[in-house]
């Protein structure tokens, strides 16, 4: 099992900006790639960025492309979303995401952290 650890959401005004981390525990051999995702009321659950683990690259939604950035420090099992210049439409609730291959492979989620822009 991987336990998930997520912290930073909250209110900001637009254009404003705001870190997310999430930090991975318990059986993490086979991590293939940590990513976000995120949940605005009545939509479905959309990804926002991916790093992969073993290579470092990454993927953005095209709505965040230029906006967000995805990183990772793998020395703490932990990804970053850096979110600039934030809009309305980035509210919704981010959940960290783990993909494993290996050792307890599939899906793992964090509890979610809101995000709620103002204008």
């Known amino acids: 099992q991987v336990q998930l650890v997520e912290s930073g959401g909250g209110l900001v005004q637009a254009g404003g900006s705001l870190r997310l981390s999430c930090a991975a525990s318990?059986?993490?051999?086979?991590?293939?790639?940590m990513g976000w995702y995120r949940q605005a009321p009545g939509k479905q659950r959309e990804l926002v960025a991916i790093?992969?683990?073993?290579?470092?690259?990454?993927n953005y939604a095209d709505s965040v492309k230029g906006r967000f950035t995805i990183s990772r420090e793998s020395a703490k099992n932990t990804v970053y979303l850096q979110m600039n210049s934030l809009k309305r439409e980035d509210t919704a609730v981010y959940y960290c995401?783990?993909?494993?291959?290996?050792?307890?492979?599939?899906?793992?989620w964090g509890q979610g952290t809101q995000v709620t822009v103002s204008s």
């Open positions: 995401n783990v993909r494993k291959i290996a050792a307890g492979q599939g899906d793992y």
């Open positions: 318990g059986s993490i051999f086979g991590i293939y790639a």
């Open positions: 790093v992969i683990n073993s290579s470092g690259s990454t």
